[in-house]
């Protein structure tokens, strides 16, 4: 099942890039304009082949991304257990739990003597 989601997706988004390609009626100078020079313009007129080529853009990236999604959904082999642990987990040692009767004592130091200053 994968793997038809995957060609699918392949030739679809092959199938994206060639109606990219093929279209720029703004500057006429894709597939729209050499159309137009053809003499086609009486059956199908530029103005129409420039929306079927935008709808079509839209209609093969939307498949193009639900397409890729659910292809990350099927991949074989995949199951979620535990997260594997890392390289760096594996060789860290585990740190004693602290104990609830010790409590750190504040340092004891003296006060510091500030001088007086003298009498004017």
Not at 51 to 67: H, N, W, Y
Request: charged share 10%.
């Amino acid at each position: 099942m994968h793997v038809f989601i995957v060609i699918v997706g392949l030739l679809a988004s092959i199938l994206l890039i060639g109606v990219i390609l093929l279209q720029s009626p703004k500057s006429g100078s894709g597939l729209t304009g050499g159309i137009a020079s053809l003499g086609t313009v009486q059956t199908l007129g530029v103005r129409r082949t420039g929306d079927f080529l935008s709808k079509m853009t839209a209609i093969l990236a939307a498949t193009v991304m639900l397409l890729c999604f659910v292809a990350a959904f099927t991949l074989p082999g995949r199951t979620v257990k535990e997260a594997p642990e890392g390289s760096m987990q594996q060789n860290v040692p585990a740190m004693p739990a602290p104990s609830a009767n010790k409590v750190p004592s504040a340092p004891v130091s003296p006060a510091p003597v500030i001088p007086a200053l003298p009498a004017k």
